[in-house]
């Protein structure tokens, strides 16, 4: 198993630019979510998924896409990047809840906005 | 509103000795407990957790951590810490039902030697 999956480590953006941050999972889990932290913050919840072709919005959603089309798959669009989305992003994933409580993270994205 | 909070932002301790991280929470439903640690540009690894049961529980790599529904805390505990500990530590709570998780700003460990 390689848990939770994120591409890329590292990424450099100048301002307006759009991307995808890619977020995998191998554990068959239901539930998926994106957080990005900040300095003194701690995590905040960015979007969520409940299982494929569910979304909704989490704690800071503005500025950023989701998509889940595939339990394995949920990928983070910046629309048009601004350098206040400049931060580390987090990928979670959990199983249902009758089965687990537990949220595993994946190795983060570090992303820079000039 | 649910929030978490870790009043400490720094805490310095001596290997060998022993440990306590605070953190407090406000949460409406039956509270999903979680402390994580996060070494330094890595990602966020589960220490323990708590949700039913035990009031006292036992984590990975020697912690553990008490609840205290009439405090609303769950502090974090070892009993010697080294120099390998030294992370920042993240407590978190969530629900049974829910997809959020909501973390407390983070308690940065530095241990000397």
């Known amino acids: 198993n390689a848990g939770v999956t994120q591409t890329p480590k590292f990424q450099v953006l100048k301002t307006g630019q759009s991307m995808t941050l890619q977020c995998a999972q191998d554990m068959n889990h239901e539930y998926m979510s994106w957080y990005r932290q900040d300095p003194g913050m701690g995590l905040r919840l960015i979007h969520y998924?409940?299982?494929?072709?569910?979304?909704d919005q989490g704690e800071v959603p503005n500025g950023y896409n989701v998509s889940r089309s595939t339990t394995e798959d949920f990928p983070l669009r910046l629309l048009s990047a601004a350098p206040s989305q400049t931060s580390v992003y987090f990928c979670?994933?959990?199983?249902?809840?009758?089965?687990?409580?537990?949220?595993?993270f994946g190795p983060g994205t570090r992303l820079t906005v000039l | 509103a649910q929030s978490v909070t870790q009043p400490d932002i720094h805490i310095t301790v001596s290997e060998g000795a022993s440990l306590e991280l605070r953190c407090n929470y406000s949460?409406?439903?039956?509270?999903?407990l979680f402390w994580y640690v996060q070494s330094p540009g890595q990602g966020l690894q589960l220490l323990l957790k708590y949700f039913s049961g035990d009031t006292l529980v036992q984590g990975i790599k020697g912690f553990e951590a008490e609840f205290k529904r009439s405090q609303s805390s769950f502090n974090l505990r070892k009993p010697s810490v080294h120099w390998s500990d030294a992370a920042e530590y993240f407590c978190?709570?969530?629900?049974?039902?829910?997809?959020?998780?909501?973390f407390g700003a983070g308690t940065i460990l530095r241990v000397k030697s």
């Open positions: 979670a994933s959990r199983p249902a809840p009758r089965t687990g409580i537990e949220q595993f």
């Open positions: 949460y409406g439903a039956t509270p999903y």
């Open positions: 978190a709570v969530g629900a049974r039902y829910g997809n959020k998780l909501v």
């Open positions: 998924s409940v299982g494929a072709g569910i979304t």
